[in-house]
């Protein structure tokens, strides 16, 4: 290996989001790293879906794209 054009690989302590660490290495900044997200809470490995205000956006859409009320009863 050349020297001096690798970056520092050091050891970390990672911390998942249901509150297990383990050690590796990593050449990220800093001695540890804060996970938010991991296979307990990700909707992907728990089957589980999240919806974040997805009736709020088609309200919006519908209003600003959507069918007027005169539109509607006239195409009927």
């Known amino acids: ?11 970390i ?7 297990s660490t383990f050690t590796t ?16 809470n990700h909707p992907f490995y728990t089957g589980r879906r999240q ?7 088609v309200e919006k859409f519908l209003r600003r794209y959507g069918k007027k009320a005169t539109e509607e009863t006239e195409a009927e």
């Not at 919806?51 to 956006?57: C, E, F, L």
Request: glycine letters at 8%; a negative charge; zero cysteines.
């Open 25 to 40: 290495r990593s050449t990220m900044k800093g001695e540890n790293y804060v996970s938010e997200v991991d296979s307990t």
């Open 13 to 19: 302590k990672v911390t998942l989001a249901d509150g």
């Open 51 to 57: 919806y974040v205000d997805t009736a709020g956006r």
């Open 1 to 11: 290996m050349k020297k001096d054009i690798h970056p520092d690989y050091h050891f």
